[in-house]
């Protein structure tokens, strides 16, 4: 693509927006600059430097829409805020731009409710429709799109993933507990991100115990093709491929016949699946509901249907709540809930639930190694401290993302915390026929 081609691009990208949501229109219009944002955001925390702080980042759009889609940014230029767009500036915005966590900590704070999150998945999607996307978050789209999961794990390995994780549950408990696939008719279609099968399976192995005690072992299923709601053009700012990548699921759920679809320990895919997609109705009006597991879990611990031996989970235990669950979906409690009832000494960070600090990996950037020390000194320095405050010895993160930048948060700074999920406390607590789980270690 031309200099001149590309400029034409980001100028028409961006003028777009006039026409395009209205929030976003009003985030160019209504800023005033008065550093909230700056001050509750876990990048510019972790170095407060220009290129960090959010109205900056913001600006480098804002600005060019002011210049070319405002009366008062063509007549006044600079004294308006306005700038034009200078040709090969796109790849300083990859840097830029790929250091937001997109957790939606400013809009909690700001005064007038601006979300940079949205604006930064604006500027992610002007890289993208100009071929500069980071190649691993590439790499996860193309293998997902042609998968069906981000892992690239093809059916055969997804069943004996599950094979192998029905041994260990017998192991556990001495019994068969089972892990349905592809069954038709089942009213619970469970979609996790593949990590929980295939990386960190006991946030699984404790979604399959719970429907075990509550003899519902034949209500539930997965599926062998699709079994991974991880959605990265979430990340990307590339609305096809985002929709896309859901519509796997969606075809599934139907094809099964399902009346639940489940959501796993995933913030970013619930949120898309049951804030923007079912809403939105991309396909229509739906056969089925979206739930998430742990509200499913919460309920049936609510109504006294679940027993746990909570000396199983002698340690401390905090929670950090995933930016998608906190701020975006308003899923708060129900981890509590579980934890709370499997876990000796549950512990809260502060603050916590919708005031949360992002684990630094957030949008994707978990993902990315090839700005690991970026992640591991800046953008996850607050969780570290946070984390620290409370002496727990072990973390439960609702979300795969975070699990990673959480694990090797802690490998990086030294710290002897364990960091797994929500559900991973239920399975070693749960009660199955009156007894708690022989523990043994997943590799």
Request: glycine share 8%; proline share 4%; hydrophobic share 35%.
């Amino acid at each position: 693509m031309s200099e001149k081609s590309e400029k034409q691009e980001v100028i028409s990208q961006i003028t777009a927006i006039d026409k395009g949501p209205r929030a976003l229109k009003l985030y160019m219009e209504i800023c005033a600059r008065c550093g909230t944002c700056a001050s509750v955001c876990p990048v510019y925390f972790g170095e407060p430097s220009a290129k960090y702080n959010p109205v900056l980042r913001s600006d480098l759009i804002r600005s060019i829409f002011k210049k070319h889609a405002t009366t008062t940014g063509k007549l006044l230029g600079v004294l308006a805020g306005a700038h034009d767009y200078t040709e090969g500036e796109i790849k300083e915005w990859v840097d830029w731009f790929y250091s937001c966590t997109g957790c939606r900590r400013c809009a909690t704070y700001c005064p007038f409710g601006i979300d940079n999150s949205v604006i930064t998945r604006k500027g992610r999607a002007i890289i993208d429709k100009l071929g500069l996307t980071p190649e691993t978050m590439l790499k996860v789209i193309k293998t997902s799109l042609a998968t069906g999961n981000t892992d690239g794990a093809s059916p055969e390995a997804f069943r004996a993933a599950v094979a192998f994780l029905e041994e260990e549950m017998k192991e556990e408990h001495g019994v068969d507990i089972k892990i349905p696939i592809d069954v038709e008719g089942a009213e619970y279609f469970y979609v996790p991100p593949s990590g929980d099968v295939l990386v960190n399976p006991e946030a699984t192995t404790g979604l399959a115990k719970v429907f075990h005690a509550l003899g519902m072992a034949d209500k539930w299923t997965m599926s062998s093709c699709f079994f991974d709601g991880a959605n990265y053009g979430l990340f990307t700012g590339n609305d096809a491929d985002m929709k896309a990548d859901n519509k796997h699921c969606v075809d599934e759920a139907k094809k099964l016949k399902s009346k639940v679809m489940l959501m796993g320990e995933c913030g970013h895919a619930y949120r898309i699946m049951k804030m923007m997609m079912e809403p939105g109705k991309w396909w229509g009006d739906l056969p089925f509901k979206v739930m998430n597991c742990m509200e499913f879990t919460a309920e049936q611990i609510k109504a006294g249907r679940l027993k746990f031996d909570k000396n199983k989970n002698p340690d401390p235990v905090t929670y950090h709540d995933p930016c998608n669950f906190a701020r975006s979906c308003g899923i708060v409690e129900e981890p509590r809930a579980i934890l709370k009832a499997t876990c000796l000494d549950y512990r809260e960070m502060s603050p916590n639930r919708g005031e949360n600090w992002c684990c630094g990996g957030g949008a994707g950037l978990s993902a990315m190694d090839s700005i690991y020390e970026f992640r591991m000194n800046v953008s996850g320095k607050k969780k570290v401290e946070q984390t620290k405050a409370t002496g727990a010895k072990y973390v439960a993160a609702a979300c795969s993302n975070c699990k990673r930048q959480l694990t090797q948060l802690m490998e990086f700074h030294g710290e002897k915390v364990a960091v797994g999920g929500v559900h991973d406390m239920l399975s070693r607590s749960i009660l199955i026929n009156g007894k708690a789980a022989v523990r043994t270690d997943y590799l």
